[in-house]
């Protein structure tokens, strides 16, 4: 028989599916208060109402109206009958009040419209894309929703504070009806993992019990979209306790009382943009909360949790592969958009990875001096000549997590000399900051550290002349070759968030004031080390004009590498207890390894 583990209330949970031959007990138990059975029609109509609650999930009566036949027993008497018969109906010693009670007994249907039903059909209770792929628990997102909720809760919240979110919105392309390729927000998939557009969802501080609300769908949705899925359905695919429909969401909230809702507002320290706080029709009945929840669950975003760090060791691996794909076909006469394809199909094909966490840059010559190409203006369109280096910078996407792997390496598989220094200064730098990061070390010093080892490097070459490290140092030289900041947080966005959270303020000196973050690194992070050596004709003719800096130039020796482009050599790390994983460890990166995995 069905086993029950709890009470009907709102926290009951329910196991194992409706027997039939309980069903059929129960249907003589509806009706034996009746002076005699109903006939064969309506008894076969009964079985289908009972079924449609047991099998498919729905909620009410009224949800399954139109399921019913209308000749012979209408669906009001079958109803009737069915409340009638349950008022009488004992099950495991208690009586039953209602019919809906009475189901939430016998299979999981909540009272009014609430769902704990589970569908008689395969529900996942995991993300995964296809065979191979990865599997992502719900206790992954479970997870997030208690760490955010102990943060609360210790930092001093108020009890019995909710925090509400408002998922994604499909959107559609300017004044078309275009749907825009949806991907889910990145602090609702970190809370839920829900791929859908338009949910919204809410979470007890105190309890970590959790609700989601989605769209209730007109019935158009199932002949141009796909089948329409119960609240059941969700509440078994996404690991929730609750599912209601969006328009529900003032009641239910209502119903929990909450002495505030918290809601996120803040800004974004990369993109600068504002977070928009959820809305809905009847906010303005509660107490709103902006003010607690964005940088604690920024803060929480920052240290990845050992499932959170698998997904990250994945994508790092499937995109190591793709990048190697992408080595093996890449050769003077290709075009720049080959090795962008090549990539993307690998990454989907092999490792069911819909998205790549943002534009592929993918350089030849002197476009790999510009440190974004690839954008619409420049859409990795150049055709790749003999003696070209290649910039190739990309990172494929899982349940939102990304990975931001760089490689460079010669189109032709061998490099020059100047190719030579310029890529082993950069994986000098490289090698300097992934041997001594560990909690505790500031990211601010590992960029200076990058810097330092590259004007080494320049001075011993030639390249910069007449001064002492410290001396050029001062008047940013290194900048000059490496204009960006080491790099970044990374997650479920490739510049994740939290980079000046609990932070030290920016630096506004030339370079270095690019860092996304200047944090102590602490156990849990992953930032990524992407030290580069570019020769790039804005910055080089800015120096020469510059008299401070132009001393130090050796400019005949320098325009030899005018032209070029430039070198960029970027791993995801992970920071452990006493020092760093290299998640991107399977792609070749020293001058041998690339000219011997080229040659095959």
């Not at 997590?401 to 950069?426: H, L, M, W």
């Not at 008047?475 to 030290?504: C, E, Q, R, T």
């Not at 804005?538 to 401070?548: C, K, Q, S, T, V």
Request: net charge negative.
């Amino acid at each position: 028989s069905t086993q029950s583990t709890g009470s009907s209330g709102i926290n009951a949970e329910y196991g194992g599916l409706f027997p039939v031959c309980n069903m059929l007990v129960v249907l003589f138990l509806l009706f034996s208060s009746s002076s005699s059975l109903p006939g064969p029609k309506c008894q076969k109509k009964l079985q289908t109402l009972v079924n449609c609650y047991c099998k498919q999930g729905y909620r009410t009566t009224l949800d399954i109206s139109a399921d019913l036949p209308k000749s012979g027993c209408t669906t009001k008497k079958v109803r009737r009958r069915y409340e009638e018969g349950t008022k009488k109906v004992r099950y495991g010693g208690e009586k039953c009040d209602d019919a809906e009670r009475f189901l939430s007994r016998q299979c999981g249907v909540g009272s009014s419209s609430q769902a704990r039903a589970m569908p008689n059909v395969d529900i996942p209770d995991y993300y995964q894309m296809g065979p191979g792929t990865l599997k992502i628990p719900n206790s992954m997102f479970k997870d997030n929703r208690a760490r955010i909720c102990k943060s609360l809760v210790d930092s001093g919240v108020a009890r019995g504070s909710i925090l509400f979110f408002q998922g994604g919105v499909q959107e559609q392309q300017y004044d078309t009806d275009r749907d825009v390729e949806f991907q889910q927000e990145s602090y609702f998939m970190w809370l839920f993992g829900v791929m859908e557009a338009d949910f919204y969802g809410a979470i007890d501080a105190d309890t970590s019990q959790s609700i989601l609300f989605m769209p209730r769908l007109p019935a158009s949705y199932a002949v141009w979209m796909g089948e329409l899925k119960t609240p059941a359905y969700f509440q078994k695919r996404y690991g929730v306790d609750l599912v209601y429909y969006t328009d529900e969401i003032v009641t239910i909230l209502k119903q929990q009382r909450p002495s505030a809702l918290l809601v996120m507002q803040g800004t974004n320290s990369d993109s600068k943009s504002d977070f928009q706080e959820p809305t809905f029709e009847g906010i303005e009945q509660f107490k709103v909360d902006n003010s607690t929840l964005y940088n604690q669950i920024a803060e929480c975003r920052v240290h990845k949790s050992p499932e959170e760090m698998k997904v990250m060791r994945y994508v790092n691996q499937i995109s190591c592969e793709a990048h190697k794909e992408v080595m093996k076909i890449m050769q003077p006469g290709r075009m720049e958009y080959e090795g962008e394809a090549t990539f993307k199909h690998y990454s989907y094909m092999k490792g069911g990875m819909r998205f790549v966490g943002y534009t592929c840059i993918c350089a030849s010559g002197n476009n790999a001096a510009v440190l974004h190409y690839g954008h619409s203006g420049e859409p990795n369109d150049k055709r790749v000549q003999e003696g070209d280096m290649l910039l190739f910078d990309m990172g494929a996407e899982y349940a939102g997590y990304t990975s931001d792997i760089t490689v460079s390496f010669p189109a032709n598989g061998r490099f020059t000399e100047n190719q030579k220094f310029v890529y082993n200064t950069c994986l000098k730098a490289n090698k300097a900051v992934l041997g001594v990061m560990a909690p505790g070390v500031k990211w601010t010093d590992m960029h200076r550290l990058a810097e330092k080892t590259i004007v080494e490097e320049f001075i011993k070459q030639g390249l910069l002349v007449n001064g002492t490290v410290d001396e050029m140092t001062e008047v940013y030289m290194g900048a000059i070759f490496m204009p960006h900041g080491l790099g970044h947080l990374i997650g479920l966005d490739v510049h994740d968030v939290g980079g000046y959270v609990n932070a030290p303020p920016r630096v506004d000196e030339p370079g270095i004031k690019y860092l996304r973050t200047t944090r102590v690194l602490e156990e849990g992070m992953v930032i990524t080390v992407e030290p580069g050596v570019y020769f790039g004709d804005a910055l080089i003719e800015a120096a020469y004009a510059n008299p401070d800096q132009a001393k130090y130039i050796n400019k005949e020796l320098l325009e030899q590498f005018r032209g070029t482009g430039g070198v960029r050599i970027e791993d995801g790390v992970a920071v452990t207890a006493d020092g760093a994983e290299l998640l991107s460890h399977d792609v070749p990166r020293t001058v041998e390894e690339i000219e011997a995995f080229m040659d095959r």
